[in-house]
């Protein structure tokens, strides 16, 4: 049985125009009314996997971001937290690992991880505004007819300009982190077991604290969904903003 091009090219256009997690989590108050009729879990699921550095970068597919940058930016985020844990040993550090005989005190080393976290969190986040491409397609894809030659072309040539910033900046980045690291380790060198025991810790820190603070949009939001518009637009706004900066 053939099937003919004109129904792959519309089941392609449909299969395209498909509103991804992404788009479903950006609506309108009167609009995800009308679309979004997914539960709490569901919700919650979408924001972990559009979200999440682990799942974001190797298990979601269905965003409109370059994989290869998605995973580059999975790596860059263990060697930002290296060095800036890197950058927190200090003279009274060294003295304590001294004091203690070289073992791991996990008690002292609790500010210096959780700065580190913050510290990377956010450098992260400017990095991710020179990477990601998803806000650019969906401009694309949201045009009018009328206006579609003229986006389009903006949008891809803020897309080049995004993608030849990132790769310079994160090759100079790169450039001064292995730079400095290497020569702290060089001198060093009894701490790199320390050195590296906070940055694990950091880095896992990074990946679990997401995870409780994507609930939160989620209570906001779904009850919101539920009301009459003016009782539940600013909640569902709200909710919105959360989502922001989870």
Not at 49 to 54: G, I
Not at 71 to 77: E, G, P, Q, V
Not at 96 to 107: A, L
Not at 115 to 140: D, F, G, Q, R
Request: charged share 25%.
């Amino acid at each position: 049985m053939k099937i003919s091009i004109d129904k792959i090219e519309e089941k392609d256009e449909k299969e395209i125009m498909k509103l991804n997690d992404t788009e479903i989590n950006l609506l309108l108050y009167h609009e995800a009314q009308e679309l979004d009729k997914r539960s709490y879990f569901e919700y919650y699921k979408s924001l972990v996997k559009t979200r999440h550095l682990l799942f974001f970068s190797f298990f979601y597919n269905k965003d409109y971001n370059s994989k290869i940058i998605k995973i580059n930016l999975f790596f860059f985020t263990f060697t930002v937290n290296y060095t800036v844990n890197a950058l927190f040993f200090n003279d009274s550090t060294m003295h304590k690992i001294y004091e203690d005989g070289g073992k791991f005190d996990f008690i002292y080393q609790i500010p210096q991880i959780l700065y580190s976290t913050l510290i990377s969190s956010v450098l992260i986040m400017i990095v991710k505004m020179t990477a990601l491409t998803e806000k650019n397609i969906l401009k694309i894809k949201g045009a009018k007819m009328e206006e579609l030659g003229k986006i389009y072309k903006s949008e891809s040539n803020c897309i080049k300009i995004k993608f030849i910033i990132f790769f310079i900046f994160m090759f100079l980045l790169l450039f001064v982190f292995w730079y400095y690291v290497g020569c702290f380790c060089a001198v060093y060198k009894n701490t790199q077991i320390h050195l590296l025991s906070d940055t694990l810790i950091s880095f896992v820190t990074s990946l679990l604290y997401p995870l409780c603070i994507y609930l939160l949009p989620g209570f906001f939001r779904i009850p919101a969904l539920k009301k009459k518009e003016k009782e539940g637009e600013c909640q569902y706004n709200f909710s919105k903003i959360i989502q922001l900066f989870a």
